[in-house]
């Protein structure tokens, strides 16, 4: 086995370590025992979203199926953590919304010293955003072989223009569109609530290569 292939795996059996230790962290840090961590991701989209989703929307946010988060949504309905109410514009179907009960039990576990925001507390400002550059990588990556989808990624938004201010601002390379200003690889965004998709395949594999390689527009 070459270096780079032994490199890769270790790679591998490292991010799914440090996923093992979050998830048994969630377990343990729960206000309420009973909240199992998919049912807990659940609620926390809910909150970031702040407004009431249907049942599609959300599993995409997720990053799976619809029929793969059922029974999560009915075990967290039947506790009185969210609620349905008829789509306005759908008479057929329903969106969901956290209760007040939901919404304090979320904010009350939602902390920034668990998980892997407490890892990367260890972090240097440029460690930090180094791994930022690299989890925008990982998450495209993920979703061009359909293993994740509305992940809300400043990498795969129509708005984001890698390395479109470089030769003006290298501390802050990058351009978003969307509030016309220029930031830095510390501000990238792995959910950003204002991100558009990119639908243009071709134009998507350009800002992917610029972001990979650093290069200027």
């Known amino acids: 086995m070459d270096a780079k292939a032994l490199q890769r795996i270790q790679l591998g059996i490292g991010l799914e370590r440090l996923t093992g230790l979050v998830r048994n962290q969630a377990w343990r840090d729960g206000s309420d025992a009973s909240l199992h961590p998919a049912q807990r991701a659940l609620l926390a989209v809910l909150a970031s979203e702040g407004e009431s989703m249907r049942a599609g929307a959300l599993a ?3 990053g799976v199926s619809a029929a793969s988060i059922s029974d999560s949504i009915r075990a967290v309905e039947a506790k009185g953590w969210i609620e349905r109410a008829q789509d306005p514009d759908d008479a057929r179907a329903r969106r969901l919304s956290l209760t007040n ?12 010293d668990g998980g892997l925001a407490q890892l990367s507390q260890t972090l240097t400002d440029q460690d930090a955003a180094a791994l930022l550059r690299i989890v925008q990588l990982l998450i495209h990556q993920a979703q061009a072989q359909g293993l994740a989808s509305g992940i809300r990624t400043c990498l795969g938004c129509a708005y ?6 470089a030769k003006v601002d290298a501390e802050h390379p990058h351009v978003c569109a969307y509030v016309g200003a220029p930031f830095g690889d510390a ?8 991100q558009t998709p990119q639908r243009d395949a071709a134009t998507l594999a350009e800002d992917v290569k610029r972001f990979r390689e650093g290069l200027p527009s």
Not at 160 to 165: D, M, V
């Open 101 to 112: 009960t939901g919404a304090d039990l979320i904010a009350g576990i939602q902390r920034t």
């Open 160 to 165: 984001f223009r890698p390395y479109a201010n």
């Open 187 to 194: 501000e990238l965004r792995a959910d950003c609530a204002e």
């Open 60 to 62: 995409a946010r997720l």
